[in-house]
């Protein structure tokens, strides 16, 4: 129920209006004495506080914008010719200072220099300059060969100065050159010199080396340049290079070599009690040089290879773990790929589960590299997770397979799929390195079921991309191997497709096949021929096991036409004579009777093939 207004309440002044009346008497005149009593107060109640926030009653300035007279003035527009001008000649005389008195010399090689580089300087000209370069730099080699512009000059000048120069060149340089191979400019002049050096100069070069190859081989700028000349048997030689290696197995070795050791195990041929403290050394600078990622180096892969071979299980397990993310790394060298396999022999299932994943953007240049190729070949013989390589390795093959098996080392890694150690296609030594990896502890999967389960996956695209294009897998006889390799190992309705494209190949293309300079009909190719040949044998095999032959594939298409053209070549007579010796009685008696209807074809002939296939016929 409403409470209803009382009169004093509708009678009371509005504050509010008396602050905003205009007029000043009403603004202060004071109520009436009854006003008051009756009049609550106001204190307490939230309704009538002062507004918080209250429009001010002060007249606001007006906005006037500024003229453009009353902006300051901009300072002078520099002169950038004037300045440039300063700056060069500031720099001058800071060189001149830092140089001290070699300033001058700077000035007039670059002069010289740039005469050197022009292609127009003739070789009379070109001797007059080294030889005023070479007076020129006599003396203060070690102040310019540091810096970026005279180390230029000074490469120039080892190139085509005589050996004589050369020689006094690192005569002069030789307290240095330890210095120079860890810099960023003068490791090029250290290039040169071992370049263009002579054999007496290249030995005082690597010399410098000595007593700090791990420190040189961990340095970031000397690091490529070291690898480049050790891979270089015209730089380096055999005798160097293991004078070179013996660093990493000891200090003992730094200020004195020992041409008999050649290796890690002729440390300790002699001494026995030498061969711990030898490998805890030689762990020691690997671990150091691996924890700088140094993996690529060819003398680290040599010395990493010698020690998984001859440490303990439990060291090499520690190495292993550092490896397994550089496998591509390793498969570059053989030492490298040697030193790869025994990480997959040896590695846990944990490691070779890493080594995969860290392999698959590169399957395909592995697979093609001439020692990295026996790396996957060594992953087909032990890693048990079979379904991880559907996963990783195959599906890389399979998108690149065509690259793969034109080349030389690919094709053997598609045929170890589908042949594996068949001594057909790989050589007994081969065979005898990778069976080393049969006995590791790791694998627990026996070899026979991992090969068919490896077979299963892959053999289904491998046909595919025969039946896809014949063309390319009979294009010569080592591709023609392969295929006959892959045909053998087949099953199935993907196998029967792959016999009807080849088939149709053969009778229905006009294909000539080069080798040399000699083309030939494909059916008339001797690699070509040799490879019908087994297959058409091998479909004694097949007939045994019931299962679909390439023979009764290629009679079904076989018309008088055809049989007319292939009697004019021997080689195609005899596989027809090939089909009578080895296929069903069904198909030799639809072949006999297709024959029969040619015979006066074939009776002039005298090619060999022509005259027993008449014989076959009667």
Known sequence: ?????????????NPKKLKKSTNPSTA??????????????????KFNKKPKFEKSTATKKPFTQKSNKEAPKTAEKPDWKALKVEKKQLKEKRKIKRLDDAYDIAKTAKKLGEKLRQS??????????????????????KKFV?????????????????????????????????????SKYAVNCVKKLLKYGSKEVKNKVLAACFGKVVNIISHSVAAGVFNSAYNN??????????????????????????????CLTDVFKTATDMKSATLSALKMNLVRVLNKNVVDNALVQTVLCEYLENCSAED?????????????????????????????????????????????????????????????????????DTVLMKKILIPEIVASLEEIVCNEFGKKVVLYLVARRDTHHFHPQLIEALKEGDGNATSKKPQDIREKELLEVVIDPLLQAVAGNCEFWLANG????????????????ELKKAFQAIAEFLVKSEVKIKDGDVEYSCIEHPGLHMMLKKLIQADKEKLEKEEATFGEELVELLDDKVIKKWAEFNRACFVLV????????????????????????????????????MKKIK
């Open 1 to 13: 129920m409403k409470r209803p207004k009382s009169a004093e309440s509708k009678d009371a002044p």
């Open 28 to 45: 202060t005149q004071k109520p009436n004495n009854k006003q008051q009593a009756d009049k609550k107060p106001q204190t307490n109640n």
């Open 120 to 141: 127009k300087c003739s070789p009379t000209e070109r001797e007059k300059i080294i030889k005023e370069l070479f007076d020129l730099f006599s003396g203060h080699l």
């Open 146 to 182: 540091f810096t970026h512009d005279m180390s230029r000059i000074i490469q120039w000048l080892i190139k085509f100065s005589t050996d004589e120069m050369k020689d006094s060149i690192v005569e002069e340089l030789k307290s240095d050159l330890t210095q120079m191979w860890q």
């Open 233 to 262: 048997s015209d730089w380096v030689s055999e005798q160097v290079k293991n004078q070179l290696k013996q660093e990493f197995y000891g200090d003992m070795y730094k200020n004195s070599k020992d041409n008999k050791v050649t």
């Open 316 to 384: 090499r397990g520690e190495l292993i773990v550092m490896l397994r993310d550089h496998i591509f790394e390793l498969s570059q060298t053989k030492e490298g790929a040697r030193a790869a396999m025994i990480s997959i022999w040896h590695g846990t299932t944990k490691d070779r589960k890493a080594s995969l994943k860290s392999m698959k953007d590169h399957i395909a240049e592995i697979a093609k590299s001439e020692h990295g190729h026996v790396i996957l070949m060594a992953i087909f013989d032990s890693v048990d």
């Open 478 to 493: 080592s591709l023609a191997m392969v295929t006959l390799a892959i045909l053998k190992k087949g099953r199935g309705e």
């Open 578 to 613: 090939f089909l009578i010796e080895n296929e069903g009685e069904a198909v030799v008696a639809k072949l006999k009777s297709k024959l029969s209807k040619v015979a006066g074809a074939l009776k002039g002939k005298k090619t060999t093939g022509a005259t027993i296939l």
